[in-house]
């Protein structure tokens, strides 16, 4: 049974309108991740969530927003989605940081 | 931060011969290395983790070992099989943050 749900799995959106991604989970996890991973690349951390604390990436750009309402859901907002942004979009639970992460199937957005 | 780098990018084998893949990282107080396989499609998962109280952990074919003094860690398969084929990433976690930094990945192909 999947325990952490991306929806969708495949995205394609238009140059510079606003594109949300969603993750959910059933593991009650504490922390939930959100990466970026490009073609041929490692997985690159945006942010996380420690139960509500936000943690932003300094690296992130300010177009990358998330949300999470509770613990069961996150959300990935792009406010303005550029040709770069085009990747695999990775989320990720895990009971604590330093414990195994548990990735969902992820979303492939496509801008265009 | 941390800044984990994973060789080789590519690694071809035949089937029955040994893989090793090698991580270093920099953060002198990382303590939890966790190796992730992602299969064509599939999202990535743990198959074994160190923390770095040991030096070395085994499971089946399956082995990692640590070396903190010169900061790299490598993952060891035995008896490779067809099935092993697939997206190999390292990862280490600073203390503090306990967030997973990603090596790029290292592609196994196992030839039968």
């Known amino acids: 049974d999947a325990m952490v749900i991306q929806n969708p799995r495949y995205q394609v959106t238009q140059f510079g309108k606003p594109v949300t991604l969603s993750c959910s989970q059933t593991l009650n996890h504490n922390v939930m991740y959100w990466y970026q991973q490009k073609s041929s690349q490692a997985p690159k951390l945006l942010f996380h969530?420690?139960?509500?604390?936000?943690?932003n990436e300094a690296d992130t750009p300010d177009n990358f927003q998330s949300r999470r309402p509770n613990t069961s859901f996150c959300f990935l907002d792009i406010r303005s989605p550029g040709l770069g942004d085009a990747a695999m979009y990775l989320c990720?639970?895990?009971?604590?940081?330093?414990?195994?992460?548990?990735f969902g199937q992820g979303t492939r957005l496509t801008v265009v | 931060g941390e800044n984990v780098e994973q060789h080789p990018s590519t690694l071809s084998v035949q089937e029955g011969d040994s893989a090793v893949i090698k991580c270093t990282y920099s953060d002198s107080a990382s303590n939890y290395f966790p190796w992730y396989k992602q299969e064509l499609g599939k999202r990535p998962q743990l198959i074994i983790d160190?923390?770095?109280?040991?030096g070395e952990k085994k499971d089946q074919r399956i082995a990692v070992t640590l070396n903190k003094t010169a900061k790299h860690f490598s993952l060891h398969i035995t008896e490779t099989q067809p099935e092993d084929s697939a997206v190999y990433f390292c990862?280490?976690?600073?203390?503090?943050?306990?967030?997973?930094?990603f090596g790029r990945g290292t592609s196994l192909i196992v030839h039968p």
């Open positions: 990862a280490a976690s600073p203390g503090g943050s306990y967030i997973p930094t």
């Open positions: 160190i923390r770095s109280n040991v």
């Open positions: 990720a639970t895990s009971r604590t940081p330093g414990q195994e992460a548990f």
């Open positions: 969530y420690y139960d509500k604390d936000f943690n």
